[in-house]
């Protein structure tokens, strides 16, 4: 059964432990989106791997990991994660990049980070890891792609479209450096060594032998985060949804059998953007220290909040999800009680929202409507049936079963790749 693991929130939903546990049965692992913003944090023994770039399913040492046509690659960050997993000992000759993905260039992660430190109104809050402009320029035809770097005669053609456009954009809007094409050339050598074990320019033939395999598609961010559904423009520039997952990888829908939603007990958010059931409050604190919600790629503390069912809802429509992995369970194991959001409040009419209001610059009128749940004062990190969960545990999660309209198949009850239950 080919799978896809999308993120059901905003990004951080623990995305990683469920792709490395499904990955156990795939043969072939596509990251198909995104860039180095994601962070991806996997336990095996105790020892934790920070993945940003590169599909998890990279531990296990056997199976074929490629990284898609819809992703965006910074060279030097690609090339200090394959470093750091070949320093611990892992096997990465299985490790394949498309040479479609596009490269993220230091004028983008210049210019990110220029707009960043220097917005005073509509910041995003984004990673400055480049994602927005590289995006930019692939819609806009002035990107770079991997390929390009293993023709002398391409990229030349290509830089003396690329360039005028950019210095022009670099000097007089940003106040930012040109880029001589020398210094270009240069950068690109450097980085066709840093792809050239990996670049795989025989990727037909990699889809084509693994249509029968079982594949597992690695989605990053999440559902609310995307450019097309999320809270934009408070949004990544890719799609995470599970649509994102055909065009990022190279397939068709229909190779899609399964979309796993990974959604987390409650919610957080690290950025900008509209968050309805944020808790600005001693509850909220204690969700961030038991949870330890802090960003994997940033450091910065996660925005945390009561589990939303609207934006859930929304997430299981228009992300094409078909099941739940739900994370971080154990964080309430001492909570007395426990919220759901089931609704909006326009608190100018007293208006209820059931469904997601898409125009986020009304969320400030917002206030969730919420339902109580006890909680079940007990240490739930070693179970390993979902029978022996605790009765209000299980009501709990039967109840957002019911509010989402699709199963909760896995339950994560701690970070090590043990403590997950099946369902
Ligand atoms: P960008 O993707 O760096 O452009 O950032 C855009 C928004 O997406 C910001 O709010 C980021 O914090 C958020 N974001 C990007 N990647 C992740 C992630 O992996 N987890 C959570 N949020 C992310």
């Known amino acids: 059964m080919n799978k896809v693991v999308v993120g059901a929130q905003w990004g951080d939903e623990g995305k990683a432990k469920i792709t490395d546990l499904l990955a156990q049965d795939a043969d072939l692992i596509i990251r198909y989106q995104g860039g180095c913003n994601a962070g991806h944090t996997v336990v095996v023994d105790n020892k934790t791997f920070k993945f940003h770039l590169i599909p998890s399913g990279i531990l296990y040492g056997n199976k074929d990991c490629f990284i898609g046509a819809g992703t965006v690659i910074l060279p030097e960050y690609f090339e200090e994660e394959v470093n750091g997993l070949i320093k611990d000992g892992i096997d990465v000759s299985r490790l394949k990049v498309s040479p479609l993905a596009s490269i993220t260039m230091p004028y983008h992660t210049e210019v990110d980070g220029f707009v960043e430190s220097t917005a005073t109104k509509g910041k995003i809050g984004t990673t400055k890891k480049g994602i927005g402009p590289t995006y930019t320029d692939k819609y806009a035809r002035i990107g770079l792609k991997i390929q390009d770097l293993y023709s002398k005669e391409t990229l030349s053609e290509k830089l003396d479209v690329i360039l005028p456009i950019k210095n022009k954009t670099l000097e007089q809007v940003y106040g930012l450096k040109p880029y001589s094409k020398e210094q270009v050339l240069e950068l690109c050598e450097k980085y066709a060594k840093i792809f050239e074990p990996y670049v795989c320019f025989e990727w037909q033939d990699l889809l084509e032998k693994s249509k029968d395999k079982t594949i597992l598609f690695e989605g990053a961010q999440g559902v609310m985060l995307d450019v097309d559904y999320g809270t934009y423009p408070f949004v990544t520039s890719s799609n995470p949804i599970g649509g994102g997952a055909a065009t990022g990888s190279g397939y068709g829908p229909k190779i899609i059998d399964e979309v796993v939603g990974v959604a987390k007990a409650y919610v957080t958010r690290v950025g900008e953007g509209p968050f309805v059931t944020e808790l600005n409050d001693e509850i909220g604190n204690k969700i961030r220290e038991i949870g330890y919600e802090y960003g994997v790629t940033t450091g910065r503390p996660r925005r945390c909040g009561w589990f939303d069912a609207v934006t859930m ?69 070693g179970i390993k049936n979902y029978n022996e969960l605790p009765e209000n545990c299980k009501k709990y999660l039967a109840r957002l079963e019911e509010l989402l309209g699709v199963p909760i198949s896995i339950v994560s009850v701690g970070p090590d790749r043990e403590q997950t239950i099946i369902k």
């Open 313 to 381: 809802r929304y997430a299981v429509l228009v992300g094409g999800l078909t099941t739940i992995a739900l994370t971080k369970v154990d964080v309430f194991d001492q909570f007395d009680e426990i919220k759901v959001c089931t609704a909006y409040k326009d608190t100018r009419n007293g208006k209820i929202y059931n469904s997601y209001p898409t125009d986020v610059y009304m969320h400030k009128y917002l206030e969730p409507v919420y339902e109580s749940h006890q909680g079940w004062k007990s240490n739930i990190t």
